[in-house]
T-cell receptor
Framework: GAVVSQHPSRVICKSGTSVKIECRSL??????MFWYRQFPKQSLMLMATSNEGSKATYEQGVEKDKFLINHASLTLSTLTVTSAHPEDSSFYIC???????????FGPGTRLTVL | GEDVEQSLFLSVREGDSSVINCTYTDSSSTYLYWYKQEPGAGLQLLTYIFSNMDMKQDQRLTVLLNKKDKHLSLRIADTQTGDSAIYFCAESMGGKLIFGQGTELSVKP
């Protein structure tokens, strides 16, 4: 149990295009999901907290118009990187906090490469 | 501040014990966590400790918490090559997880 999936696992796109990444909790409900970004050999940096049915809360320095988050159901949150640039290339990881247990489970990550 | 700090690298021989250290800043953190990340993968929760505990043992893993010094350690007994990965400690703060930089553990045969 407590599996979180992300799709796609890898994506390569051209500069200026938008990319959507999905995060799903497969066997539990998650009112709250988190989006992280990880650069090579570095830690996970929290980008935003996604709350089902309401607006996401962004961390300082993260542009909400650039990284659009939608959490339309208790099992799905999406992160859209709009007008992607090469500096947006990174590993994006989501986590979902199980409502019943207050425990976070992490997805396998999405490797984004912007050419 | 919200700093969680770890040493960046640790190299051990197979069969030895590994000790990964972490310092954190928020004394009000309720839980402290250790995660493992293998190359190109997400994070796997290894273990966690409640802040009112000094020690927690789970098979080959031992977590020690010194709350006075805000110091957390993870000991892996009988380290195997499959333990090679990056290990992150994390503290919970306001429902969010704050991660350290990660310690890359290299296990030599």
């Amino acid at each position: 149990g407590a599996v979180v999936s992300q799709h796609p696992s890898r994506v390569i796109c051209k500069s200026g295009t938008s990319v959507k990444i999905e995060c799903r909790s497969l066997d539990f409900q998650a009112t709250t999901m988190f989006w992280y970004r990880q650069f090579p050999k570095q830690s996970l940096m929290l980008m935003a907290t996604s709350n089902e049915g309401s607006k996401a809360t962004y961390e300082q320095g993260v542009e909400k118009d650039k990284f659009l988050i939608n959490h339309a159901s208790l099992t799905l949150s999406t992160l859209t990187v709009t007008s992607a640039h090469p500096e947006d290339s990174s590993f994006y990881i989501c986590s979902a906090r199980e409502d019943r247990k207050n425990e976070q489970f992490f997805g396998p990550g999405t490797r984004l490469t912007v050419l | 501040g919200e700093d969680v700090e770890q040493s960046l690298f640790l190299s051990v021989r197979e069969g030895d014990s590994s000790v990964i250290n972490c310092t954190y800043t928020d004394s009000s953190s309720t839980y402290l966590y250790w995660y493992k990340q293998e190359p190109g993968a997400g994070l796997q929760l290894l273990t966690y400790i409640f802040s009112n505990m000094d020690m927690k043992q789970d098979q080959r893993l031992t977590v020690l918490l010194n709350k006075k010094d805000k110091h957390l350690s993870l000991r892996i007994a009988d380290t195997q090559t499959g333990d090679s990965a990056i290990y992150f400690c994390a503290e919970s703060m306001g429902g969010k997880l704050i991660f350290g930089q990660g310690t890359e553990l290299s296990v030599k045969p």
